[in-house]
């Protein structure tokens, strides 16, 4: 699993806080996909989620904004984990874009 290309988050928090908070939990996402490709060796592709983040740091929605998985178990983990994700607090919600490739270089 990679993250496939820049970050977007707009509000309080910045990129790089959300990043940190996403690379802490690679190994979940990871599984979210590994459990997948044990049935469909060629599941790759990517996947973007959309998030926002309350100033109290807890991720108040979250949803798969584009996906080439074409995979809804892993589309499904995926968003389930960043649900319950926990940020650092910040004045203001944060909307955040982030995307995520599975199966190809890495």
């Keep these: 699993m990679s993250t496939g290309g820049a970050v977007a988050a707009k509000g ?26 044990q049935r469909n060796p060629n599941l790759r592709g990517g996947l973007t989620v959309s998030w926002q983040i309350e100033g109290s740091g807890s991720v108040t929605s979250a949803s798969v904004a584009s996906s080439t998985l074409d995979n809804a178990r892993v589309e499904g983990c995926v968003v389930r984990q960043v649900r319950s994700w926990k940020f650092p607090t910040s004045d203001t919600s944060t909307n955040v874009n982030y995307p995520f490739k599975f199966g190809v270089g890495g």
């Design 12 to 37: 309080g928090l910045s990129p790089e806080q959300v990043r940190r908070v996403v690379v802490a939990h690679e190994g979940a996402l990871r599984a979210c996909y590994e459990s997948e490709a």
